[in-house]
């Protein structure tokens, strides 16, 4: 089993900036790939970014690319998800997620946080 904790969320004004951070646990040895999701009130789970253990590879979704950055310094770190040039459309609860898959959709994600809050005001 693995645990994940995420935190850093909070309020900001847009264009501000905000990082998240995801903690890893327990049989951290399982895990291919880690991801952020974020979900909005009323609608559905979406992909943000998510990268390879071993970060070689990374995936962003096209609403984010070129503001958020998905990062870990080393294998002892949690993972972040550096927020930049936010928007009231960013505003969700973000959701950490490992797995053993690469992948942008959410069911390919075994394990997941208990989500942060980002609330970007305009």
């Known amino acids: 089993q693995v645990q994940l904790v995420d935190s850093g969320g909070g309020l900001v004004q847009a264009g501000g900036s905000l990082r998240l951070s995801c903690a890893a646990s327990g049989r951290t040895s399982s895990i291919y790939s880690m991801g952020w999701f974020r979900q909005a009130p009323g609608k559905e789970r979406e992909f943000v970014a998510a990268?390879?253990?071993?970060?070689?590879?990374?995936l962003y979704a096209d609403s984010v690319k070129g503001r958020f950055t998905i990062s870990r310094d080393n294998a002892e770190n949690p993972v972040y998800l550096q927020m930049n040039s936010l928007k009231p459309e960013d505003t969700a609860v973000y959701y950490c997620?490992?797995?053993?898959?690469?992948?942008?959709?959410?069911?390919?994600?075994?394990?997941w946080g208990q989500g942060t809050q980002v609330t970007v005001s305009s």
């Open positions: 990268f390879t253990y071993s970060g070689g590879s990374t």
């Open positions: 997620a490992a797995g053993r898959a690469f992948v942008l959709y959410a069911s390919g994600y075994d394990y």
